[in-house]
């Protein structure tokens, strides 16, 4: 749906229905626990390649055109109406945020804010800079989870849905978030 009147959605933070946050909580908390450094590294670059192969060659009519998408699993619905560029710069919101408290909980540092998906709503008009930002942002998290030599730190920094979450779970979460994103991505082209 393309049109231009705004839909009525639940409001930013408002989370998951339980049921399906029961099963994001199982699958990031499993995906933490089995997946290697190497493997988060790869899966977090690999989306982030996805996605500027999906984003590059738009024109900037296509990349900024909201559309309002089927809610996905693990998407609130407060972002189901975003354009490409919206869903980007969320991407480098979130993405800088993680890089920040990776490093941070690698110095044994909890960040300043609470984390809360409330706060990490994009711009409704993203420059066309927002593709480098993005990328930029995703090579923060790399170059963040490079400069320790042990991500199981002992500090934790609670998600606002999967809790205390180590520099490990930060890294793995990253991967995992961009994975829900391109999707996302994905359903926007589809329909827009």
Same mark, same amino acid.
């Given at each position: 749906?393309?049109?231009?009147?705004?839909?009525?959605?639940?409001?930013?933070?408002?989370?998951?229905?339980?049921?399906?946050?029961?099963?994001?909580?199982?699958?990031?908390?499993?995906?933490?626990?089995?997946?290697?450094?190497?493997?988060?590294?790869?899966?977090?670059?690999?989306?982030?390649?996805?996605?500027?192969?999906?984003?590059?060659? @738009? =024109?900037?009519?296509?990349?900024? !055109?909201?559309?309002?998408? #089927?809610?996905? %699993?693990? +998407?609130? $619905?407060?972002?189901?109406?975003?354009?490409?560029?919206?869903?980007?710069?969320?991407?480098?919101?979130?993405?800088?945020?993680?890089?920040?408290?990776?490093?941070?909980?690698?110095?044994?540092?909890?960040?300043?804010?609470?984390?809360?998906?409330?706060?990490?709503?994009?711009?409704?008009?993203?420059?066309?800079?927002? @593709? =480098?930002?993005?990328?930029?942002? !995703?090579?923060?998290?790399? #170059?963040?989870? %490079?400069? +320790?030599? $042990?991500?199981?730190?002992?500090?934790?920094?609670?998600?606002?849905?999967?809790?205390?979450?180590?520099?490990?779970?930060?890294?793995?979460?990253?991967?995992?978030?961009?994975?829900?994103?391109?999707?996302?991505?994905?359903?926007?082209?589809?329909?827009?």
């Amino acid at each position: 749906m393309t049109d231009s009147t705004e839909p009525q959605l639940a409001a930013p933070g408002a989370g998951l229905p339980w049921p399906e946050r029961l099963i994001a909580n199982f699958m990031v908390k499993r995906g933490i626990r089995l997946s290697s450094r190497q493997e988060t590294s790869e899966l977090l670059m690999a989306e982030r390649q996805l996605i500027l192969d999906l984003v590059t060659p @738009l =024109s900037i009519d296509k990349a900024t !055109c909201r559309v309002l998408i #089927q809610r996905l %699993r693990g +998407l609130e $619905d407060s972002s189901r109406y975003w354009s490409v560029f919206m869903t980007l710069d969320h991407l480098r919101i979130v993405n800088t945020g993680i890089a920040e408290a990776i490093t941070l909980l690698g110095q044994g540092k909890i960040p300043p804010r609470e984390a809360s998906t409330a706060t990490v709503k994009p711009s409704a008009a993203p420059a066309p800079s927002i @593709l =480098s930002d993005f990328a930029n942002s !995703c090579d923060a998290i790399e #170059q963040s989870a %490079r400069s +320790l030599s $042990d991500l199981r730190t002992p500090t934790r920094y609670a998600h606002p849905w999967f809790g205390p979450l180590d520099a490990a779970g930060w890294y793995f979460m990253s991967a995992f978030h961009l994975r829900l994103h391109r999707k996302q991505i994905e359903a926007i082209l589809k329909l827009g």
